[in-house]
């Protein structure tokens, strides 16, 4: 899944849990503190969220953080992070989660040396 994939399947899970609670963009940009329009901007996909937004539009509309990323529980239930570039000093739950992101957003995990060459 690419990066952009990521984001757009975010924005439309949060559309669909908000029009699931009724809700118009104004009364969750309200609740989240952003403008209607950034709202309307990260529910296409057209802008990212940023990892608090996500713990933030979570609590907003009652779901898990995890809920709200693309493929995370249907991937597999536990991600391989030891062959990972995760820095040391995590908690386990941390690193699960990092690698988690990673795989759904498939990316690469180890250099493309032949990436760089033209």
């Known amino acids: 899944m690419s990066v952009e994939l990521v984001y757009r399947s975010i924005g439309a899970t949060l559309r669909s849990r908000r029009r699931q609670l009724n809700w118009s963009q104004e009364k969750l940009a309200q609740q989240v503190r952003l403008s209607r329009a950034t709202l309307a901007n990260i529910e296409t996909g057209r802008q990212r969220i940023l990892v608090h937004q996500l713990y933030t539009f979570a609590s907003a509309l009652g779901v898990t953080p995890e809920e709200l990323l ?38 690469p995990t180890t250099p493309d040396k032949d990436r760089d060459k033209t």
């Open 70 to 107: 693309p493929n995370v529980q249907r991937r597999s239930p536990t991600a391989d992070s030891s062959r990972l570039p995760i820095p040391d000093g995590l908690k386990p739950e941390q690193k699960e989660h990092i690698a988690r992101l990673i795989e759904a957003a498939d990316i």
